[in-house]
T-cell receptor, first 113, second 115 residues
Framework: AQTVTQSQPEMSVQEAETVTLSCTYDTSESDYYLFWYKQPPSRQMILVIRQEAYKQQNATENRFSVNFQKAAKSFSLKISDSQLGDAAMYFCAYRSRSEKLVFGKGTKLTVNP | GAGVSQSPSNKVTEKGKDVELRCDPISGHTALYWYRQSLGQGLEFLIYFQGNSAPDKSGLPSDRFSAERTGGSVSTLTIQRTQQEDSAVYLC?????????????FGPGTRLTVL
């Protein structure tokens, strides 16, 4: 079974600084997709960024980028120029041909002014 | 456009009562998913609907849990004879169609508290 591990239960960053959230996964599949979701206190899960495993180029969305290392099964999220609104729980998720998402336990990000 | 909506936002019930949670997916989305988020278990898949196909119920934790999707749109998750361990946030998501290329968009969830 696929598993997703987020080894950092909590992280903090100063406003305007850069922070990296870690995620590793375990799978025997070759075709899959990886996601980072953000969940603020409002509970709404918001897609931050996605990466297709067949793409070698790392995905980027404005201040958010990933470092996808397929051989190492690593998928970290880098947030640049951190803003107060970035404070939230961040979940790494995996999906293969099966339709369900498999989530990590989450990392709580605090942004200090 | 409108996102995924869920109702009620919060539900408090007594142990042993039945509850119904509702999800309205994004218009045009044919795939609908239910997940449960609890402190002890994190985010868990419950059930998945795609069009008129038989649902994937592999994540339902017990036969007290059931779900239906009427007319390929609105879905209701029913929990019978609720237990305290059912307390959690129940999240619904939808996507345009089944397939690994499609992103799931989530609703705000229903927080269920079983006293």
């Amino acid at each position: 079974a696929q598993t997703v591990t987020q080894s950092q239960p909590e992280m903090s960053v100063q406003e305007a600084e850069t922070v990296t959230l870690s995620c590793t996964y375990d799978t025997s599949e070759s075709d899959y997709y990886l996601f980072w979701y953000k969940q603020p206190p409002s509970r709404q899960m918001i897609l931050v960024i996605r990466q297709e495993a067949y793409k070698q180029q790392n995905a980027t969305e404005n201040r958010f980028s990933v470092n996808f290392q397929k051989a190492a099964k690593s998928f970290s999220l880098k947030i640049s120029d951190s803003q107060l609104g970035d404070a939230a729980m961040y979940f790494c998720a995996y999906r293969s041909r099966s339709e369900k998402l498999v989530f990590g336990k989450g990392t709580k990000l605090t942004v200090n002014p | 456009g409108a996102g995924v909506s869920q109702s009620p936002s919060n539900k408090v019930t007594e142990k042993g009562k039945d509850v119904e949670l509702r999800c309205d997916p994004i218009s045009g989305h044919t795939a609908l998913y239910w997940y449960r988020q609890s402190l002890g278990q994190g985010l868990e898949f419950l059930i998945y609907f795609q069009g008129n196909s038989a649902p994937d119920k592999s994540g339902l934790p017990s036969d007290r849990f059931s779900a239906e999707r009427t007319g390929g749109s609105v879905s209701t998750l029913t929990i019978q004879r609720t237990q305290q361990e059912d307390s959690a946030v129940y999240l619904c998501a939808s996507s345009t169609q089944a397939g690994s290329t499609d992103t799931q968009y989530f609703g705000p969830g229903t927080r269920l508290t079983v006293l």
